[in-house]
């Protein structure tokens, strides 16, 4: 096994209960590993500031990389760096979105515009991440110019699957289209990925690929599998997402976060 010197981990899903809840087990696992010298950081469909009730309760000193990647700020919340979509793409992104009947998103650098306050998983998002959309009947020219995110936004989960792929076929390399949800599909800069992000850590911390470990429960976050030393994957991943990993946890309703940092980085199994 590698040795270990960050723990990077997805949010929605792997570090939180499905009830949005850090428990306090996980707190303590990331306290733990604080003092045996592995640092910690996060990445996240999330905005920055989606994940601002994480810092104080895990004392978080890292770069956090929102949007998949679009974004990195420091811990106070002001960017280091951003990474936009073409506003070519953001666009055609929409307009797949929309032929494909899904609900479309967008995320600037400051602000989250949806089309209707009744829509689909509008009021949970916006109790995730402790701020409010702003509605528009049309997204503004200036706003799809600076996009860093476009989501669709579906119950339809096959739906949701059948436009990642055919996202993928009309955008090709200029953009990174995966689900973050089974119901969010995220479209952001092709730059703006998991696995770009640990590829920024390491040069940001100056920790080799090799000694960071990730953990996550999506399909996006097998981008990050293979950059990573080691990985671990939730319980509740899909199969695909589990084949990818280097090991297995429990669900992140069974204190799946918590119980791989104890076995796989405290207990000497990955470092």
Same mark, same amino acid.
């Given at each position: ?149 476009? !989501? ?7 739906? !949701? ?35 770009? !992000? ?74």
């Amino acid at each position: 096994m590698p040795n270990i010197s960050l723990l990077l981990a997805d949010v929605d899903g792997t570090l939180v209960t499905e009830q949005k809840v850090l428990t306090e087990r996980a707190q303590a696992a990331v306290m733990a590993l604080r003092d045996r010298g592995i640092r910690f950081a996060i990445t996240s469909g999330r905005p920055p500031r989606g994940m601002a009730m994480l810092i104080e309760p895990l004392r978080l000193d890292s770069p956090i990389a929102g949007f998949n990647g679009g974004v990195f700020a420091e811990p106070d919340l002001s960017v280091i760096e951003m990474r936009p979509l073409a506003p070519d793409v953001a666009r055609l992104s929409i307009e797949i979105i929309q032929r494909h009947g899904m609900d479309a998103w967008l995320y600037t650098g400051t602000d989250w515009i949806i089309h209707r306050e009744d829509a689909p998983h509008v009021a949970r998002e916006a109790w995730t991440v402790k701020f409010p959309a702003k509605v528009m009947a049309e997204f503004a020219e200036t706003d799809l110019d600076h996009a860093v995110k476009i !989501v669709g936004v579906s119950d339809d989960h096959a739906l !949701v699957a059948k436009c990642e792929a055919d996202m993928g076929q009309a955008l090709g390399d200029r953009a990174s289209a995966k689900r973050s949800q089974p119901y969010y599909l995220d479209v952001t800069n092709p730059d703006a990925n998991k696995g770009a !992000v640990v590829d920024a850590l390491t040069k940001m911390l100056r920790i080799p690929a090799e000694e960071i470990a990730t953990i996550g429960d999506m399909p996006n976050d097998t981008l990050m599998f293979r950059r990573s030393g080691f990985s671990i994957a939730m319980g509740n991943a899909s199969d695909e997402v589990k084949a990818q990993a280097s090991a297995v946890t429990d669900s992140y309703n069974d204190e799946g976060f918590a119980k791989a940092v104890e076995r796989y980085l405290l207990n000497g199994h990955a470092g």
